[in-house]
């Protein structure tokens, strides 16, 4: 079975510095999806950003960009010149293309100081 | 531009009442889910739908049913709630299997549930 990690409970920046949110996961398919999630207070899911597992090239988003180590089973998110509007839960997340099952890791708090 | 719909927002509930909470989607998607969010594990699936008179079970379907009767409408319900229900839970929606951009699920903003 598929599984998501995220081994940081909590993580914290400085405004306007970078910050990497860690991310493995477990799978035997060659080809599937993963997803970086926000939790904001409100509780609403806002994607973040997506990779295809059969592309190479990381995915970037304006300020997030994402480091995928498809040998490692890596997925990490990096959120550079970090806003304050960025503090939230993240949720790392994979699908396989088969299903369109989402299966989240537990989350990690981001907190930014000003 | 409403997206994803739940209601209602809040919720508070005694040991053995029902209760059925509203999903409702005006984006023409044919995939419906239903996840509860508990504190320290993410987002667990609970039952989703591929389409319109379809359900199936995800990681944790106990105590909980649904159903799709309309394609935009997706409702779940517990007959007989427990306090380990007790949970925020999460309606999402996607298009399809066709193509890259269509497999983003849309989240509605949660339902918390207090089952005392």
């Known amino acids: 079975a598929q599984t998501v990690t995220q081994s940081q409970p909590e993580m914290s920046v400085q405004e306007a510095e970078t910050v990497t949110l860690s991310c493995t996961y477990d799978?035997?398919?060659?080809?599937?999806?993963l997803f970086w999630y926000k939790q904001p207070p409100s509780r609403q899911m806002i994607l973040v950003i997506r990779?295809?597992?059969?592309?190479?090239q990381n995915a970037t988003e304006n300020r997030f960009s994402v480091n995928f180590q498809k040998a490692a089973k890596s997925f990490s998110l990096k959120i550079s010149d970090s806003q304050l509007g960025d503090a939230a839960m993240y949720f790392c997340?994979?699908?396989?293309?088969?299903?369109?099952?989402?299966?989240f890791g537990t989350g990690t708090r981001l907190q930014v100081f000003p | 531009n409403a997206g994803v719909t739940q209601t209602p927002k809040f919720r508070v509930l005694k040991t053995g009442q029902s209760m059925t909470l509203l999903c409702a989607q005006d984006?023409?998607?044919?995939?419906m889910y239903w996840y509860r969010q508990d504190p320290g594990m993410g987002l667990r699936l609970i039952h989703y739908?591929?389409?319109?008179?379809?359900?199936a079970k995800g990681e944790v379907p106990d105590g909980y049913n649904v159903s799709r009767l309309k394609k935009q409408n997706f409702l779940l319900g517990l007959e007989s709630a427990a306090p380990s229900q007790t949970s925020v839970y999460f309606c999402?929606?996607?298009?399809?299997?066709?193509?890259?951009?269509?497999?983003?699920?849309?989240f509605g903003a949660g339902t918390r549930l207090s089952v005392l």
């Open positions: 739908s591929v389409g319109e008179g379809t359900t």
């Open positions: 799978t035997s398919e060659s080809d599937y999806y």
């Open positions: 990779q295809e597992a059969y592309k190479q």
């Open positions: 997340a994979y699908r396989t293309p088969n299903t369109d099952k989402l299966i």
């Open positions: 999402a929606s996607s298009y399809d299997l066709a193509g890259i951009a269509k497999n983003i699920q849309y």
């Open positions: 984006m023409n998607h044919e995939y």
